[in-house]
Structures are given as C-alpha cells and as structure tokens.
C-alpha cells in the first residue's frame, strides 16, 4: 500500500510539472510570434554584470558589446564625452557620468551596426529588456521614423511637475486614451524615461539619428535626449517589453546598484527596494 501510495504522489508531482512545462510552452510560443521577423541588438557589458543579466533574457538576439564612458581611445566615446552635458555640475569622472556616457555611446554603435549591415526591422535593446507581450508584424509599424516599445510616461515640460503628474495618476488617464497598435507621441502631453527598447525600422532612420545627433550642441542621458529632440515619433501598445532590472539582482549599471525597477505598459509598477522616491502611487495601478 505504502509503494502505491508512494507511486501515485510521484505520478502526482510529475503532471503538475508537465502541466507547468506545457502552460509555459504555451505563454512563450504566444509571446515569441514574429520574433524571427526583427533584429534584436542587446547592448550589454562585458562582464560578470553583464553575463549575469543576459541569462535572464527571454529572446534570440545579437550581442552588441556595450562601450564604457571613461574608454577615451574610443573614438564614438570621445565625441560623446565633448558634448555630454552633466546636470548639476556632475564630476565628469564619476562613475555615474561615464555610465552615461557609455550608454549613449552604445546607442550610437547599434546605429552604426544597423547602417554598416544595412538591416531592417531592428530593436535596439538594453539588457534590462525582457519580451512580455507578442510582438507585432514588422510590416504594420512606421518605417519613417523610431518607435518606442518600452518607458515610462514623464511630464512633458518640467520636473518639478514629476509628484503632481504621478501622484494623480496622470499616466494611467492618458494610457486609456492609447489604441491597441501605433500611436503618435504628443510630446505636449508626455515624455519618456528609458531608452531600453526603441524600434528602428531600418538604415535611412538610423542615418537621420546620426545625422541628427552629429548636429546636436550638446547630449545628455540617452532617453532624455531621445524625448527632447523627439526623436521618436510613435509608441507602440500594449508594450513588447517590460523594462526589469531588478530580476538579475545586479542593479543598474549607471545609478550603483539602485536601478529603476520595473516598468510595464509605460507605467511603474515595482519601485527598486533600495530607492526612496520614484514617484510610485500603488493608488495608480
């Protein structure tokens, strides 16, 4: 009786796991549609940090090497540090400003990669990026301009607005205004933070950015940026990614370890442990 007993909980456990196994076969076949129809360029370091948040990446990509702030031999480095503006009278080698640096850098090198290899249908990725919802067939996006596929909503003019426009939640009431597929940005009504997944369909985008950016006075940290010269033109909804950089337990590779936390749908939903203020109303979910 005992081995019969024993028999069937093993039986038990084992079609519990299967039906785990075939639920989530499910959720990843749903979610990875089309993947095979885009470029996914995941910038990423060279190291532990990096290595560690990679294996958490939930899609095929092309690693592209992120380039460090401080590696002045870089020639894409270097012009990046010239115009780099540092709020607040920034130390411009700390390790926060050459984060910075770096990572607008890295921006530039996916750019360079898409024009060099003459790709379409590109998502420029940072490693913090994990696939949540089906993406869409590349034929129906914009291909006159980039498309962002994952941030936060921000206020559009000013940051001392930050409390007001999250604290009533501002972001959820323009959300409900979305339709599902391509929307225009109305960089009157809202900005973005995070640069972490942008769609750019192919070379001549990517040579307008460029061309842009070699015209531009001075840079700042690259979703800043992206909003203030409007760079990108269209969202896309639902997001097809969810900005996550705490699931790697390494943190940011800019802002020492605190990171951002997690951002679906254009909206916070998950404030980092370690951060004191994010504008995050749990009210507003």
Not at 33 to 49: A, P
Not at 228 to 243: C, I, N, Q, R
Not at 270 to 283: G, L, M, R
């Amino acid at each position: 009786m005992k081995n019969n007993r024993k028999n069937l909980q093993k039986k038990t456990v084992h079609k519990r796991k299967s039906s785990r196994k075939r639920k989530s076969s499910r959720i990843q076949r749903k979610t990875n549609t089309n993947l095979q129809k885009y470029n996914l360029l995941v910038i990423s370091m060279d190291n532990e940090n990096g290595k560690e948040r990679r294996k958490f990446l939930n899609y095929p990509y092309t690693f592209i090497k992120g380039l460090k702030g401080n590696d002045l031999k870089n020639t894409i480095v270097t012009n990046v540090n010239k115009k780099f503006f540092s709020r607040y009278n920034q130390d411009r080698k700390s390790s926060k400003f050459n984060g910075f640096v770096g990572n607008f850098s890295s921006h530039i090198k996916c750019y360079h990669y898409i024009i060099k290899n003459n790709l379409k249908n590109n998502v420029i990725l940072e490693d913090d990026s994990i696939l949540s919802n089906k993406l869409p067939y590349p034929s129906k996006l914009p291909n006159d301009s980039l498309t962002l596929f994952s941030g936060r909503l921000q206020p559009p003019k000013s940051w001392r607005e930050s409390e007001k426009f999250h604290k009533n939640c501002t972001p959820k009431k323009i959300i409900k205004s979305f339709k599902k597929g391509i929307n225009l940005i109305d960089y009157d009504k809202f900005r973005f933070t995070q640069s972490n997944a942008i769609f750019v369909p192919n070379k001549e985008v990517a040579k307008n950015v460029i061309n842009h950016m070699k015209k531009s006075k001075h840079y700042k940290s690259m979703d800043l940026y992206y909003s203030k010269e409007k760079l990108v033109k269209y969202l896309y909804y639902p997001a097809p990614f969810t900005h996550d950089d705490q699931i790697a337990k390494v943190g940011s590779n800019i802002l020492k370890g605190k990171g951002q936390g997690i951002i679906k749908n254009y909206v916070l939903i998950k404030p980092p442990s370690k951060s004191k203020n994010n504008y995050f109303y749990p009210h507003c979910l």
